[in-house]
Nanobody, 125 residues
Framework: VQLQASGGGLVQPGDGLRLSCTAS????????LGWFRQAPGKEREFVSA????????YYADSVRGRFTISRDNAENTVYLQMSGLKPEDTAVYYC???????????????????WGQGTLVTVSS
């Protein structure tokens, strides 16, 4: 499976942006697709995740209520709709896939086997 992330850009504080991650290859109903981000000089951190079949979602506390993750089965794509963006949201955003997820590892980058190339989101006035 290959993942292709897109949708990043330069926005002002308070603006919204939608990231997309399209997978080539079959995504099983048990798979978990996630978004992580990495700011300069910081470790990669969990943002959000979704179970492909059940659509159950998970969010980091820092984005809950502002970001929404969703998926389109027909397009084999997972989206991250971001609103109310803040300068601290500035980072490279990565999508990732875990074909054999365990609930306790949802927020761990090491649990995900497949990674996209990243897309840069810059929030600045």
């Amino acid at each position: 499976v290959q993942l292709q992330a897109s949708g990043g850009g330069l926005v002002q504080p308070g603006d919204g942006l939608r990231l997309s991650c399209t997978a080539s290859g079959r995504i099983g109903s048990n798979w978990r697709l996630g978004w992580f981000r990495q700011a300069p000089g910081k470790e990669r951190e969990f943002v959000s995740a979704i179970k492909w079949g059940s659509r159950h979602t998970y969010y980091a506390d820092s984005v809950r209520g502002r970001f929404t993750i969703s998926r389109d089965n027909a397009e084999n794509t997972v989206y991250l709709q971001m609103s109310g963006l803040k300068p601290e949201d500035t980072a490279v955003y990565y999508c990732a896939a875990d074909p054999d997820p365990i609930l306790s590892t949802t927020r761990r980058p090491t649990a995900y086997n497949y990674w996209g190339q990243g897309t840069l989101v810059t929030v600045s006035s």
